[in-house]
């Protein structure tokens, strides 16, 4: 069972470099976002997504690029990453948003380091 | 807006120890509760929830009850183990919507043999 699959889990950057974290689910969900989680800070919501075409910004979405093209697909772009972007980052996903009672499913997470 | 609130850690216990771990939150409506858990390399999953006042959400030897008179959602366990080593997530959403889980800073548990 895949679930949610992110890739690179890994990813060194210099500053002013760009790059995609790709994330897709098998689970036919329709609900994609994107979470970043700092230390002390939790997990703040980046972008999110309520189906296929239709993207919304969250709490921090400056220098974060996303689309939704597919129901299974949900890349997160960033376009000239900078040192502040160093963090974790989470692809989640879950049912309907309308009707769900707030259960997310993660990925396993991808590293970014800018230097 | 809404907040979540939870003990600082680390926390290091060991084990068969007893475990709490203290969540509070401010919320506008009549929110959703949950906790999740982020093991060793992994991402988070859900751990257990409750959705209404006194509910009790349980899951692997957890529990936590909805208290709205003191707007807590605390966890505890009775008797740890190792593999219980993780990080934990208190979160809510105040209209069943994923789209607006807001999450606490999480509190790391070491669990020691």
């Known amino acids: 069972n895949a679930g949610v699959t992110q890739t690179p889990k890994f990813q060194v950057l210099k500053t002013g470099q760009s790059m995609t974290l790709q994330c897709a689910q098998d689970m036919n969900h329709e609900y994609m976002s994107w979470y970043r989680q700092d230390p002390g800070m939790g997990l703040r919501l980046i972008h999110y997504?309520?189906?296929?075409?239709?993207?919304d910004q969250g709490e921090v979405p400056n220098g974060y690029n996303v689309s939704r093209s597919t129901t299974e697909d949900f890349p997160l772009r960033l376009l000239s990453a900078a040192p502040s972007q160093t963090s974790v980052y989470f692809c989640?996903?879950?049912?309907?948003?309308?009707?769900?009672?707030?259960?997310?499913?993660f990925g396993e997470g991808s590293r970014l380091t800018v230097l | 807006g809404d907040s979540v609130t939870q003990m600082e850690g680390p926390v290091t216990l060991s084990e068969e120890a007893f475990l709490t771990i203290n969540c509070t939150y401010t919320?506008?409506?009549?929110?959703?509760l949950f906790w999740y858990v982020q093991y060793p390399g992994e991402g988070l999953q859900l751990l257990l929830k409750?959705?209404?006042?006194?509910d009790k959400g349980s899951n692997k030897g957890f529990e936590a009850t909805y208290r709205k008179e003191t707007t807590s959602f605390h966890l505890e366990k009775g008797s740890v183990q190792v593999s219980d080593s993780a990080v934990y997530f208190c979160a809510l959403t105040d209209s069943g919507s994923a789209r607006q889980l807001t999450f606490g800073s999480g509190t790391q548990l070491t669990v020691l043999p």
């Open positions: 997504s309520v189906g296929a075409g239709i993207t």
């Open positions: 409750a959705t209404k006042a006194d």
């Open positions: 989640a996903s879950s049912y309907s948003p309308g009707t769900n009672t707030g259960e997310l499913f």
């Open positions: 919320a506008t409506g009549y929110p959703s």
